[in-house]
């Protein structure tokens, strides 16, 4: 039977122990070009986990719409009390039918944007979300099996959305343009000035490296440049909100607004490798 | 070893829970950590051992399925599970309130272990006051939510002892 100062000893050396060994993980994925580094066992976990992660959102989209649903009947029978149930009846029937509009709406979207597109690419729903409030990822259910591969761009009808990072047979993790580890190439659309939007953990994109004399003005539209390999050129990223520079800044910052809407995403469109042009 | 099986998958299932139906939860910025408040279980329920195991098994789980750099959470939630376990022997469990203080102290003990990693380490880039608001009122979320999961968990853990016993 160890003595109690031995086993005091012994869990405060396991804790250190752990201390340093979490550093040394995180160390390492410094190193990683997204700062992520997924060896074989965190690949098994994510495979094993991702079905289940699946069934899981699957049956709390189910929740939540009857939820919604429930909701919805509720608010109609306050606002029409007077009319009865053959008004409440249309109008649950209408809240019925106003998702899968909505749905139809958003898909329609997407497929006119995928058939304008030169590129050959996968339409993914998402399954999972990053919790945490400073990083950005969702998860994906397309994988290598759809032909997906790592660093392959996602859009969608509005305008890009971020790469992916990791790839499963079945999943795939995108990595979203507000996430801190996203560096974007871009240009403004008017003036052809070039900068990088580099993602803050916040709604909105930091442009950085804009040249101190270079012509930028609220509203103005920025794209990718199709530099650094990833990102084809000429995909939309948002739209510039401010523009700012210090006394003594050699660069000029702007802040943009991503053009999709990274918080509500529901499907999206990655562009694979093989119809990439900068790629080929 | 039955009970660790246990808590491997409770852990995923929080894990899994977190990713899925607690992540469009963040009214005010804030959210619920459901690992956490396992971690905190564990660690009031076993001691500072245990606490610090599962707080690391749990963090590393988190990393990977929530796409952050892998090791914020492992150190993050391995110190949260160690503070916990120091709690086990000297606080009275049967105290109605322990649960939330100590969901609420050890998420704003796990969010400064994990801010200061990530700043540390340089991925992590937030400003202050931000920080400070999200991080109390998910404190104050995993207050609230920590006396249920806390007396389900010890209700469990005894039905798991009992089984244990009759094996014996």
Known sequence: MPSNSLLRRRRVALFLVLCVVALAVLTAQLRAPDQRRLGWAGLAVEIVLAPITDAAAYVGNTLGGAWSALHEIGSLRTENARLAAEVAALRQENAGLRPAAQENDRLRALLGFKQQQPFATVAAAVIGRDPSQWFSSVLVDRGSRAGVR????????????????????????????????????????RSREPGVAEGQGQPALRIRYLARDADVQPGDQIVTSGLGEIFPKNLVVGTVLGVSRGAGDMFQEAVVRPSADLFHLEELLIIVRGGFPTAQ | ???????????????????????????????????????????????????????AGGGLLQDVVNGVPIGLGLGANLCAGFCAGIGEGRLYLEDIWLPALAGFALTLVR?????????????VSVAPLAVARVVVLSACYNGVVAMPVFYWFRRMDRALERTFMRAR
Request: hydrophobic letters at 55%; proline letters at 5%.
């Open chain 1, 150 to 189: 790592r660093n392959d761009p996602a859009v969608t009808a509005d305008g890009l959305v971020g790469h992916v990072i990791e790839v499963g047979p079945g999943w795939s993790r995108v990595l979203l343009l507000l996430d801190p580890r996203s560096a974007v190439g871009i240009v403004v659309t």
């Open chain 2, 1 to 55: 070893m039955i009970r660790a099986g246990v808590y491997v998958a409770l852990t995923a299932v929080a894990a899994v829970v977190q990713v899925t139906w607690l992540s469009g939860f963040h009214p005010g910025g804030g959210g619920v950590d459901l690992l956490l408040l396992v971690v905190m279980s564990v660690g009031l329920l076993h001691g500072p051992e245990e606490g610090t195991l599962i707080g």
């Open chain 2, 111 to 123: 969010n400064a272990v994990w801010i200061g990693i990530g700043h540390l380490a340089g991925v």
